[in-house]
Structures are given as structure tokens and as C-alpha cells.
T-cell receptor, first 118, second 114 residues
Framework: AQKITQTQPGMFVQEKEAVTLDCTYD???????LFWYKQPSSGEMIFLIY??????QNATEGRYSLNFQKARKSANLVISASQLGDSAMYFC???????????????FGIGTKLQVIP | NAGVMQNPRHLVRRRGQEARLRCSPM?????VYWYRQLPEEGLKFMVY????????ESGMPKERFSAEFPKEGPSILRIQQVVRGDSAAYFC????????????FGSGTRLTVV
């Protein structure tokens, strides 16, 4: 079963507008964490934002915020005031316990390609 | 303060050759994770290692793939007798503990099998 689902293969947004990238997850572990990573065309993985399952408030990092809706198991990324440099692949990911306990594995979604239009 | 260093950045191998991918974790990080990213896909977990130990290799193909993280030196992902389907980007991440919160990724090695 898919643990991380990203249903938007591609998104377009006008420069300076806000955009929401969707992510839903599936876990029975009460303690988990959710990440968003950006992968530009150069290929590196850039950490954007993290939300722990027990965090009371939605995570924010500059222009990035995570709309965490625990009951719906969704962790959407909101990018405000889009810039041309935001054009990239965006991956939602979840940390989960590995075989020997502890948080050892991060499971990734298939990604959303965001293109910012001037 | 170097981040996670992966080399080579690009690697071309002919079918049947061996590929060796290296990963030097961040200073103070003793936990290393390898991921594979096939074209147009997300990253898939392969293996988790601590110094001299393989903790979880549930994502590693049963044949031709092996990984190590010796007491001294980088972690090595080794692919024997490469096939075209092994062409992918291989990412290494390290963390100071077993928790994934402190994950730092390297820039990846892009393997092309011709």
C-alpha cells in the first residue's frame, strides 16, 4: 500500500502567487514525522520543512508552510509568493520505524513537478 | 563543515562491469542510508547502516547489490555485473542518530549503464 500519496504529477503557478502541493500519508504509528524536499533540475535533494506528529502548530519556514491535518492524514505544502527559482520537483516524505525500532527509514512520494510561470 | 559527500557525481559503466559508489557522511554522523531514484520516480530506500553494521537492508535487491560502512572510510554501495535497469541516481543520507529528523542528503551519484 502507498504510504505517501502525491496526486499531482505537475502543477503550474504564476509568479508571486501561492501554490499548494498535496500530500496524504498512511501510517498506524502514532509517532511519525513528515518532510518536504525540493529537487531542482540539478538533482540535489534540498530539505524544506518538517512536521512532527505531535507538533501542535503547523510548521513554517520562510515562504514554506505545512498545512498539517492529522485527522485527514494530509500534510500539504504551501509556497507563498512563488519565485521562478521554485520550479522543481517536490517530494513529500514520512519517517517511520525501521525493522529494529527507532526512526530509521524515510518513505518518499513520487513527487510533484512545479513550474512557476513569469 | 562539509556536508554529505558522494563520489563520483556521475558514473558510466558498461553492462557487466562493477559500480562502486562512495558516501562520506557529515562529521559526527554515524548513520548512513542509501536511496535509489529511478527516472521520473521518488526515492526508494535501499539500506541503512551504522559503522560496521548493516541494520536494515530490506530495500536492497537480493543479488548483485551490497553495501558496507567500515570503521574507517566512507560507506560503499557496490553493484556487481551492472545492467541497464541499474541506471539511476543513488543518494546517500546521514544522520547523527537513528532518528531521521537530522537527515542530510548528499548530491547523489548518477549511474548510467551503457
Amino acid at each position: 500500500a502507498q504510504k505517501i500519496t502525491q496526486t499531482q504529477p505537475g502543477m503550474f503557478v504564476q509568479e508571486k502567487e501561492a501554490v499548494t502541493l498535496d500530500c496524504t500519508y498512511d501510517t498506524s504509528d502514532p509517532s511519525y514525522g513528515l518532510f518536504w524536499y525540493k529537487q531542482p533540475s540539478s538533482g540535489e535533494m534540498i530539505f524544506l520543512i518538517y512536521q512532527g506528529s505531535y507538533d501542535q502548530q503547523n510548521a513554517t519556514e520562510g515562504r514554506y508552510s505545512l498545512n498539517f491535518q492529522k485527522a485527514r492524514k494530509s500534510a500539504n505544502l504551501v509556497i507563498s509568493a512563488s519565485q521562478l527559482g521554485d520550479s522543481a520537483m517536490y517530494f513529500c516524505a514520512m519517517r517511520e520505524r525501521g525493522r529494529s525500532g527507532g526512526y530509521q527509514k524515510v518513505t518518499f512520494g513520487i513527487g510533484t513537478k512545479l513550474q512557476v510561470i513569469p | 563543515n562539509a556536508g554529505v559527500m558522494q563520489n563520483p557525481r556521475h558514473l558510466v559503466r558498461r553492462r557487466g562491469q562493477e559500480a562502486r559508489l562512495r558516501c562520506s557522511p557529515m562529521k559526527g554522523h554515524s548513520h548512513v542510508y542509501w536511496y535509489r531514484q529511478l527516472p521520473e520516480e521518488g526515492l526508494k530506500f535501499m539500506v541503512y547502516l551504522q559503522k560496521e553494521n548493516i541494520i536494515d537492508e530490506s530495500g536492497m535487491p537480493k543479488e548483485r547489490f551490497s553495501a558496507e560502512f567500515p570503521k574507517e572510510g566512507p560507506s560503499i554501495l557496490r553493484i556487481q555485473q551492472v545492467v541497464r535497469g541499474d541506471s539511476a541516481a543513488y543518494f546517500c543520507a546521514s544522520s547523527p542518530t537513528g532518528a531521521a529528523d537530522g537527515y542530510t542528503f548528499g548530491s547523489g551519484t548518477r549511474l548510467t549503464v551503457v
